[in-house]
């Protein structure tokens, strides 16, 4: 079993930053690929970031690209997601995925909340 745990959300206005991190433990770090999914109020949860475990095969939504930028630490387990340019659009809870070999690994952590304000 894999404990997902995602920090950093909060309440800025649009055009400030914001950094998301997420821990993933329970089993080597280094054998997941991470990503980020958000779900707005009223909306289905939708797809955000994806990085491979081994840091590369990075891929954005449209919506967020150029703007959000997707890292990993290995060593200290963490997925990170900065976030530039904020937009009232960007409100959602943000949640943080951790993906196996198999179908049947797919792990996710509780959401933190991002809010921008106009």
């Known amino acids: 079993q894999v404990h997902v745990v995602e920090s950093g959300g909060g309440q800025v206005q649009a055009g400030e930053s914001l950094r998301l991190s997420c821990v993933a433990s329970?089993?080597?770090?280094?054998?997941?690929?991470m990503g980020w999914f958000r779900q707005a109020p009223g909306k289905e949860r939708e797809f955000v970031a994806t990085i491979h475990r081994t840091g590369g095969g990075i891929y954005y939504s449209d919506s967020v690209k150029g703007r959000f930028t997707i890292s990993r630490d290995n060593p200290k387990n963490t997925v990170y997601l900065q976030m530039n340019s904020l937009k009232p659009e960007d409100t959602a809870v943000y949640y943080c995925?951790?993906?196996?070999?198999?179908?049947?690994?797919?792990?996710w952590g509780q959401g933190t909340q991002v809010t921008v304000s106009p």
């Open positions: 995925n951790a993906a196996g070999q198999t179908v049947a690994e797919d792990y």
């Open positions: 329970g089993r080597p770090f280094s054998d997941l690929n």
